[in-house]
């Protein structure tokens, strides 16, 4: 009995590594006709870097006055207003954020000196 369960085991794992002939292995993206050239790309880098120095000049504005009284609240900031939404749940300041700007780009802060956001 022992033996026809290892044997029936071994079997199994040989068809685990086996690949069928109609088989064709994956190779490159999985969504092959979105692709961006090197010059989007790039400019998509910068548009992003720019939204983000943007964000930043707010945040540093005002965590000296906030950063008292709610140290490591999550705080989120629209840069175009100047706007920003904080709250010691994470969900709950995206709403109040979304409440005043709902199709606007946000970028999540954590009020304390570095500001960011999740662990490494």
């Known amino acids: 009995m022992l033996q026809?369960?290892?044997?029936?085991?071994?079997?199994g794992?040989?068809?685990m590594t086996k690949r069928l002939n109609n088989q064709i292995p994956r190779s490159g993206r999985v969504f092959p006709e979105i692709q961006l050239t090197p010059e989007e790309r790039e400019?998509?880098?910068?548009s992003d870097e720019i939204f983000q120095k943007r964000c930043r000049s707010?945040?540093?504005?005002?965590l000296p006055s906030l950063i008292k009284e709610h140290y490591n609240y999550f705080m989120f900031v629209e840069p175009d207003s100047r706007d920003y939404f904080f709250?010691?749940?994470?969900?709950h300041a995206l709403n109040?954020?979304?409440?005043?700007h709902p199709e606007k780009l946000?970028?999540?802060?954590?009020i304390t000196?570095?500001?960011v956001c999740g662990r490494i």
């Open 4 to 11: 026809f369960k290892c044997r029936k085991y071994l079997i």
């Open 58 to 62: 707010v945040f540093e504005q005002v």
């Open 113 to 115: 000196p570095t500001g």
């Open 96 to 100: 109040k954020a979304r409440q005043q």
């Open 106 to 110: 946000l970028m999540v802060f954590r």
């Open 13 to 15: 794992i040989d068809r």
């Open 87 to 91: 709250d010691e749940n994470e969900a």
């Open 43 to 46: 400019r998509e880098r910068v």
